[in-house]
């Protein structure tokens, strides 16, 4: 019975998570159940899991919780508490599904802990990659990826030389403007940009994939979690998004994997990859899908595509950097102070302003990240 902490229990990814448990009760128990806000999900999380621990990241969520969990569930408060639970010898497995960079310190424990980690949380990569797999080799963690693009990559990169790999070309369904003219994007909303036409996601990473910035954070993430240079990560837009990823070899062959748009098979496959588990998603019926199409992506609609090989060549601060300014950016965008496009503008402007220099330590993570939070409020204020 492998026991589990489901770090941002209460998002999509987290409740997802939830029912492939709930599908194979002798094989998973709830070990803790971490959120931040949401007390009525995390509650009804908690009856249909009975953890022994539940986590409100904010203390005021965690006071409406008093008296209202099941027997024998306790209720913990605060961060530190996150961090202590995924680290705790009675955890097995994390599944690692804090949206931002916060969910990385508690991630992080669970690594170096040496903890077997799904994860879906891209900013622990993209801010500290290479802290982040050190202490994953060091402790023997099981880092397995749980975006549907970095599963599939993983899946087809089994019992493959990783040396004859000439390339990974990670899918992009292209979001709700992929067919919309350039110009008529700095008209867009925010409802707009959260409307994704395949997955349900939050309003953050729904933007996110508006923008393709999902898809720059996806393959500073593949950098690492594959160690691959620049030359070898790309991108293709596939509005179906039944194919996730390819990798190609130096013999012409490409392999790919294929699934109904649905988190819960590449969150299963992180959870128990052999014998494969059923997950509740829909057979792919090829026949009934028809025709699959691929295009290039164009950099006038997406912009976001034209910075991702200089952050990727360059060293850890122009990733954090980007990360920290695109949130404050999509941020921003979701309160009305900036247009749609000024999201991918902001972000390359804070980059115009930082030095590339890597990051030894988490402080050095969260110094990099705190100046270009600074750097991108001035930039929007201007």
């Known amino acids: 019975m492998l026991r589990v902490t489901i770090l941002g229990a209460t998002g999509s990814i987290g409740c997802s998570t939830a029912d492939v448990m709930l599908r194979h009760p002798d094989k998973f128990t709830a070990h803790a159940l971490v959120g931040h806000r949401n007390s009525g999900k995390m509650l009804q999380l908690a009856r249909q899991l009975q953890p022994a621990w539940v986590v409100m990241t904010d203390e005021r969520a965690a006071a ?10 306790r209720l913990a408060s605060g961060m530190d508490a996150a961090i202590d639970l995924a680290g705790d010898t009675d955890t097995d497995m994390v599944m690692a599904a804090m949206v931002g960079s916060a969910g990385l310190p508690a991630t992080l424990a669970a690594v170096r802990a040496g903890k077997r980690v799904g994860l879906a ?65 700095h008209a867009v909303t925010p409802a707009q940009a959260v409307a994704h036409p395949n997955w349900d996601m939050g309003a953050k990473i729904s933007i996110d994939s508006a923008t393709m910035m999902n898809k720059v954070l996806e393959l500073i993430e593949a950098r690492w979690l594959f160690d691959l240079p620049a030359e070898k990560l790309s991108a293709i837009i596939h509005p179906e998004s039944i194919v996730h990823a390819m990798v190609e070899y130096q013999d012409g062959s490409a392999l790919a994997q294929l699934a109904m748009p649905d988190m819960r098979m590449p969150i299963a496959y992180a959870m128990q990859a052999e014998p494969r588990l059923d997950t509740g998603i829909s057979w792919l019926d090829l026949a009934k899908t028809g025709t699959l199409h691929f295009h290039a992506v164009d950099h006038l609609r997406f912009p976001a595509m034209a910075l991702v090989q200089q952050v990727l ?68 204020g201007a």
């Open 121 to 185: 949380n891209k900013e622990c990569l993209v801010t500290a990659g290479c802290i982040f797999m050190a202490a994953a080799e060091a402790s023997g963690a099981d880092v397995v990826p749980v975006d549907s693009e970095h599963a599939a990559v993983h899946q087809c990169l089994q019992g493959h030389d990783r040396d004859s790999v000439k390339q990974v070309i990670l899918t992009a369904s292209g979001g709700p403007f992929r067919d919309r003219d350039p110009a008529s994007l």
């Open 64 to 73: 409406e919780l008093k008296g209202q969990l099941p027997a024998g569930t």
């Open 313 to 380: 060549r360059g060293e850890d601060s122009l990733a954090i950097t980007l990360n920290a300014a695109n949130e404050v950016a999509n941020a921003a965008f979701r309160a009305g102070r900036i247009g749609f496009m000024q999201i991918v503008a902001t972000v390359e402007q804070v980059l115009a302003r930082v030095d590339d220099r890597p990051a030894a330590t988490l402080d050095d993570v969260w110094q990099i990240d705190e100046h270009a939070r600074i750097l991108a409020e001035e930039v929007i």
